[in-house]
């Protein structure tokens, strides 16, 4: 079960047993900041654990000197604060990327108790409803994951995605009660000549 709203209240339903997965969908607007990370002529890849006290000024002095720094670093702080009061967080993992081909393009489900994932440029996660998967077909690699993957759901049709902007939580499997229904997801393509800037939040370990 999912939930989705505009109400950022949304996020809190992520601790009802049933739900694997909710999704704040905020309202996106243009960044400056966003679309000048993409021009860059290296790829952003940022992943560091910053402890919420400090989160302003560890983001400040990890990302670029570009136009409209500050109010993308708002935004991003809104995030981690977000996160870190839902979870009763001192430190947070973060990992920021710009990628021009998938990350992790099989289904799969994370090893992790929890994780925000938003995208700020380019498409979405893809995910499946807990109904809509035969998990039997998840599993170690093999020759025959392509075909197996195909056998995880029916139709294309019923494979789901994240807006650009939209936050998402999604359970995962170290997530207690919920090991054998963390949300099934992938790393979407992206289309030639074209990037995306995912941002991940995580527990600190």
Excluded at 65 to 88: H, N, P, R, S, Y
Excluded at 146 to 173: C, F, H
Aim: proline share 6%.
């Amino acid at each position: 079960m999912h939930y989705s709203s505009d109400d950022p209240l949304v996020m809190t339903r992520i601790f009802e047993p049933e739900v694997n997965m909710v999704v704040w969908q905020q309202e996106q607007q243009a960044s400056a900041y966003v679309h000048e990370i993409l021009q860059l002529p290296w790829k952003l890849n940022l992943k560091a654990s910053f402890p919420l006290q400090d989160l302003d000024k560890s983001l400040n002095e990890s990302l670029p000197d570009l136009t409209a720094k500050d109010g993308f670093i708002d935004q991003l702080v809104e995030l981690g604060e977000m996160f870190a009061c839902l979870f009763d967080q001192e430190r947070i993992g973060w990992r920021m990327q710009v990628l021009d081909q998938p990350m992790c393009p099989r289904f799969h489900v994370d090893r992790v108790p929890c994780r925000l994932a938003a995208t700020f440029a380019g498409p979405g996660t893809e995910w499946l409803t807990h109904e809509q998967v035969d998990r039997s077909f998840l599993g170690p690699r093999h020759p025959e994951e392509a075909a197996l993957e195909g056998r995880l759901y029916q139709q294309d049709t019923q494979i789901q995605r994240l807006q650009t902007g939209e936050v998402g939580l999604l359970k995962g499997s170290l997530w207690e009660g919920n090991e054998d229904r963390g949300l099934v997801h992938r790393s979407p393509g992206v289309p030639a000549g074209q990037k995306r800037l995912l941002l991940t939040l995580d527990l600190a370990s």
